[in-house]
């Protein structure tokens, strides 16, 4: 028996350290730990709730947008304000310009690697490549020549005996299965999708002014809509936009997801690794009629207990017996005791500073060993993610869910259960990004014509004001981050936050324990999986990666030396 620590997991963002006991080549038991901290609900206190979203949204540089959303929505919750349909596409569109620029970043970038062996493709055959470049895609940048070119600067990378980019990988571990020829596409592909991914957040810049961390507004969107003024949104802007989407729906049909059933199509024995739990939760966004009818998302809200496809549980974010978060083994504390549940409404942050100092050998498994609390939906642990966005649209009878997955099982010869694995969670990540890129064109044509017809708003300024404010009020913004279900709530008193606390996708995934001994969705998709060389766990790689961890907005500081710092003042 050994006990593997992986210390940082990298290609993610945040800090984050996985141990796992082997026994056998096989995982038999997993922790996973997040090893930095944050205060943004400390931070939060006292502020004026309009400016909450520009804070939050900062928690992280990768999800950038969704955290703004979240938090705008939680104020219109507690203070009853509904957006003009304009602003409700605008946020649609930056919603799902992420999710595609995100979901192109993960695979190649983050993931991709996991599979794709880059040394290997040193030995290829670049008209090799091409023919199947050419079989599986009618991409132009197709050509031998093309292929040869990119090889010729991998060999400049190894020669000078720096891999730059790719360096510290696993090349010519025994788990890479792919042949030369089709490492040589991947490698291609990944420099492509680099200066792909730097067009299409333009429309973030468009609508928010930048990007990341765009700008937000509670009651709307911070544009305005005037096809002849030079600082909003213009005819010249718009056509913008229109050629962003097209430019990436071609990316994604043409590059994304040929590679994605290429690299799927020498590793279907991954279809049988990395389940892990059997419920899923997705609070669901993309409204077609307002955020306040659910019914009406394009992604639908519910929950799946125990891979029971047959029926959809509702979800209630105001429900205090629905979500709680646990702190068993988690370094914080609470007032009532470390085994009770809070719901967000009433969370507290508190810090317990006993945590190790590094350097440590090990975590202290049995008692508190993670930086993230653990959310329990009624009592369950639940993964969230696309897999679970497209197993609760699926079991709802989407139409269009139904059909892709359908098309895309079926050319990969594989049954629907291929879902519940490592393979499947990246594969639904690329199904939900052909659904999200075309579902772009739609939001995008709405929007135009309500334009042309002469509907330009793009702001409510009822109950904008503090004095129209109750005296107290909650709220709960909820949406649908890359990674999965995200959701903010705020207690709002005398016009000021009196609490405020984020419960964010990795959250999910990513946390200890609960005081029950219930896994959470990182360590149960670990158990089972085997482990071919210890010294190089590329296994442990594919799957957490297969969740694109994502810490820094689950952790609630640490100096060099092991000190904690969580006081912040502003003057």
């Known amino acids: 028996m050994a006990r593997i620590v992986v210390d940082p997991i990298t290609r993610i963002e945040g800090h984050l350290r996985i141990e796992a006991v082997v026994e056998e080549g096989v995982i038999r038991e997993a922790y996973s730990s997040g090893t930095m901290v944050r205060g943004f609900e400390k931070i939060l206190k006292g502020r004026d709730p309009r400016d909450a979203w520009a804070f939050t949204e900062r928690a992280c540089g990768v999800c950038t947008t969704v955290h703004a959303l979240a938090s705008v929505r939680t104020v219109e919750d507690a203070l009853g304000i509904s957006v003009p349909r304009n602003a409700e596409l605008i946020r649609n569109l930056m919603f799902c310009t992420q999710y595609v620029q995100d979901h192109v970043v993960h695979f190649y970038h983050l993931h991709a690697l996991d599979w794709v062996d880059v040394v290997s493709a040193l030995s290829a055959d670049p008209n090799e490549t091409s023919r199947i470049a050419q079989s599986i895609s009618n991409w132009p940048r197709t050509s031998a020549g093309y292929f040869s070119d990119v090889q010729n600067r991998l060999k400049k990378f190894v020669e000078s005996g720096q891999l730059g980019i790719f360096a510290n ?266 659904l999200v890129v075309h579902w772009m064109k739609e939001f995008y044509d709405e929007l135009v014509t309500n334009i042309k017809g002469g509907v330009l708003r793009t702001f409510e300024q009822s109950n904008w004001e503090p004095s129209t404010w109750p005296e107290t009020a909650e709220g709960v913004g909820m949406t649908e981050a890359p990674r999965g279900a995200l959701a903010h709530w705020i207690r709002i008193k005398a016009g000021k936050i009196d609490n405020y606390q984020l419960v964010v996708p990795s959250t999910w995934n990513a946390s200890p324990r609960d005081s029950q001994g219930q896994r959470s969705a990182y360590e149960e998709s670990l158990i089972g999986t085997p482990v071919a060389n210890l010294d190089q766990p590329v296994e442990i790689l594919r799957t957490i990666h297969s969740f694109d961890p994502c810490i820094a907005c689950a952790v609630h500081l640490y100096d060099p030396q092991g000190r904690h710092l969580h006081k912040v003042s502003f003057q």
């Open 169 to 434: 990988g696993y090349w010519g571990h025994p788990a890479y299965k792919l042949p030369p020829e089709v490492n040589l596409l991947g490698v291609t592909h990944y420099l492509e999708a680099l200066e792909w991914q730097k067009e299409i957040v333009k429309i973030h810049t468009i609508f928010g002014g930048k990007n990341p961390h765009p700008n937000y507004l509670v009651g709307g969107v911070p544009c305005s809509v005037n096809l002849e003024e030079v600082n909003a949104i213009n005819t010249e802007r718009l056509n913008l936009v229109g050629r962003l989407i097209k430019e990436a729906i071609e990316f994604v049909e043409k590059v994304y997801l040929p590679d994605l059933l290429a690299v799927a199509s020498f590793y279907k024995d991954w279809a049988q690794w990395g389940g892990g739990l059997t419920n899923y939760l997705c609070y669901g966004d993309l409204p077609t009629r307002g955020y306040n009818q659910p019914e009406s998302f394009k992604f639908p809200r519910g929950a799946i207990l125990g891979r029971n496809l047959n029926e959809v549980h509702e979800v209630n974010g105001r429900d205090a017996e629905e979500i709680k978060e646990y702190i068993s083994h988690s370094w914080y504390k609470y007032s009532g005791g470390d085994d009770t549940g809070l719901h967000p409404w009433d969370g507290e942050t508190e810090f317990n500073h006993t945590g190790p100092k590094p350097p440590f050998e090990h975590l202290d498994v049995e008692g508190k060993y993670s930086w993230l609390k653990t959310p329990r939906w009624k009592e369950h642990a639940m993964e969230v993610g696309p897999l679970a966005r497209l197993l609760v649209a699926y079991a709802k009878g989407s139409t269009e869910v139904k059909d892709v997955v359908g098309d895309t099982l079926g050319r990969l010869g594989v049954p629907i259960e291929a879902l519940f694995s490592t393979l499947g969670r990246t594969a639904a990540r690329g199904l939900e990004t052909q």
